[in-house]
Nanobody, 119 residues
Framework: QVQLVESGGGLVQPGGSLRLSCAVS????????SGWYRQAPGKSRELVAT???????NYADFVKGRFTISRDTAKNTVYLQMNSLKPEDTANYYC?????????????WGQGTQVTVSS
């Protein structure tokens, strides 16, 4: 299993930037993809961006050109750089790791970090 700890959330004005971090520990060797999801009040959790072990990245349409996902394997950390933030980006952001162990896929989640975009 793995442990995921997010940080970097906060209050930012529209047009501003934040960088979220997700520190990963545990069975890192079994992770084949990591990513960020978000959930706003009253809404379902939705995918924001993912990055695979081979550094293939995928983004939701609503963040393309504004957000960038990256990872630092030496620090076992996944980042989400968020630029040009909008009020509709306000949500709790969750780090996710997908593992394959003995052919079975598992999802692990962090506790979430709140991002609020408001003037």
């Amino acid at each position: 299993q793995v442990q995921l700890v997010e940080s970097g959330g906060g209050l930012v004005q529209p047009g501003g930037s934040l960088r979220l971090s997700c520190a990963v520990s545990g069975s890192i060797f079994a992770i084949y993809a990591s990513g960020w999801y978000r959930q706003a009040p009253g809404k379902s959790r939705e995918l924001v961006a993912t990055i695979t072990r081979d550094n293939n990245m995928n983004y939701a349409d609503f963040v393309k050109g504004r957000f960038t996902i990256s990872r630092d394997t030496a620090k076992n950390t996944v980042y989400l750089q968020m630029n040009s933030l909008k009020p509709e980006d306000t949500a709790n952001y969750y780090c996710n790791a997908k593992l394959i162990i003995s052919g079975v896929s598992y999802d692990y989640w962090g506790q979430g970090t709140q991002v609020t975009v408001s003037s």
